[in-house]
């Protein structure tokens, strides 16, 4: 089962920031936040990961509480190429580790 | 890197029938794996090599699947007499031993008719 919660849709505004929130409360201390996404009839698109600190890349920022029980993907300036279901996936690395998805969350980008 | 590939893109074919699906990783990942997706659930893990060797296998890997991966590049995966439950896309994802992020193909979309 996946170890994370994540809402089942959300819709955002094309150029505003898209805060996609994901809830892991179970997460071991060597276990990561991963995010994927799927666009419609394409494979998953790997995003970002983290471990405890905040990351940025060319795609998204990843907020992780210092908790570490949620974390939160940002899009700075969503557009509508961004509308897709999205994973928030937590898994350790280093190891076979296969990936558990859950059914993610829908984002959906508005004109 | 050209990225994971995956052929056939799309397969019909009858109940019973034999398909094999292939799939190309990231060259020099040693890591694949597949996956299974049916309409609205996330993929869910059926098998991992690493290199040439089988390391994990799903439950949902019945005996009528086998996936093999001989010379540790491209690898296939088979299903003996399909069966409508069959109908599903099967992705595909390739990485690196360190670091793991798995990047996945286009997927293959089997219709079990």
């Known amino acids: 089962d996946a170890k994370t919660t994540q809402p089942p849709s959300m819709d955002c505004a094309e150029g505003r920031a898209a805060n996609l929130p994901c809830n892991h409360s179970?997460?071991?201390?060597?276990?990561?936040v991963y995010w994927y996404r799927q666009i419609h009839s394409q494979g998953p698109q790997y995003i970002i990961h983290?471990?405890?600190n905040n990351e940025t890349n060319e795609m998204a920022s990843l907020i992780i509480t210092e908790d570490r029980k949620s974390s939160t993907l940002i899009l700075p300036h969503a557009t509508l190429r961004d509308t897709a279901v999205y994973y928030c996936?937590?898994?350790?690395?280093?190891?076979?580790?296969?990936?558990?998805f859950g059914k993610g969350m829908k984002l959906t980008v508005n004109p | 890197d050209t990225g994971v590939s995956q052929d056939p893109r799309h397969k019909i074919t009858k109940r019973g029938q034999n398909v094999t699906f292939r799939c190309d990783p990231i060259s020099e990942h040693n890591r694949l794996y597949w996956y299974r997706q049916t309409l609205g659930q996330g993929p869910e893990f059926l098998t991992y090599f690493q290199n040439e060797a089988q390391l994990e296998k799903s439950r949902l890997l019945s005996d009528r699947f086998s996936a093999e991966r001989p010379k540790g590049s491209f690898s296939t995966l088979e299903i003996q007499r399909t069966e409508q439950g069959d109908s599903a896309m099967y992705l595909c994802?390739?990485?690196?031993?360190?670091?793991?992020?798995?990047?996945f193909g286009p997927g293959t979309r089997l219709t079990v008719l």
């Open positions: 179970t997460i071991s201390g060597n276990e990561y």
């Open positions: 983290g471990l405890k």
């Open positions: 994802a390739s990485s690196h031993a360190s670091p793991d992020t798995q990047y």
């Open positions: 996936i937590v898994g350790t690395q280093g190891g076979s580790e296969k990936l558990v």
